[in-house]
């Protein structure tokens, strides 16, 4: 139990900060957070370090997380445009937490260093949470190509990163 305490206190701020990012309501952001960190904890025997950092791995699961309920909650409810605007909320941009990581400078170098459409998708994609459905319909653009966009995005960062 202490493990999990400790996990808790190092990484909560910036798992709540991603889940916040998606769901855009405190109060969801933290039963999102609350669920996943008992998935990560449950699931922490199927972490494979060969496969890449467990931050990574853990923040991974909060944005599964997160987006699975965007999604049923869309299903659920009528979508009303002026929905978010009506969400505003006064806190520190979720952001915040993430410009204070470590790595957020060298993820921030290596973003730089992509093409500027290929660069928006990886956003649209890991801070908005849209699917690749969405953003091609939102750019404009086949499905097939945002696709390739992402991977050979992802593939880029991830050598840039290593």
Known sequence: M??????YDREAAFLFAVALRIVRRREVASDVLHDAILDIWERAHTFDPRRGAGRAWITSIVRYRALK??????REAPSDPE????????????LAALAASQDAE???????QLQADRRRVLLLAY???????????R?????????????RSLL???GCLS
């Open 2 to 7: 202490a493990a999990l305490r400790r996990l």
């Open 69 to 74: 309920h965007v999604r049923t909650a869309r």
């Open 83 to 94: 929905d978010g605007a009506r969400i505003a909320d006064d806190a520190p941009d979720p």
């Open 106 to 112: 060298r993820l921030r170098t290596c973003l730089a």
């Open 127 to 137: 801070v908005d949470g849209l699917s690749q459905a969405e953003i091609a319909e």
């Open 139 to 151: 750019l404009g653009a086949p499905l097939g190509t945002v696709k390739a966009w992402v991977r």
């Open 156 to 158: 880029a960062l991830k």
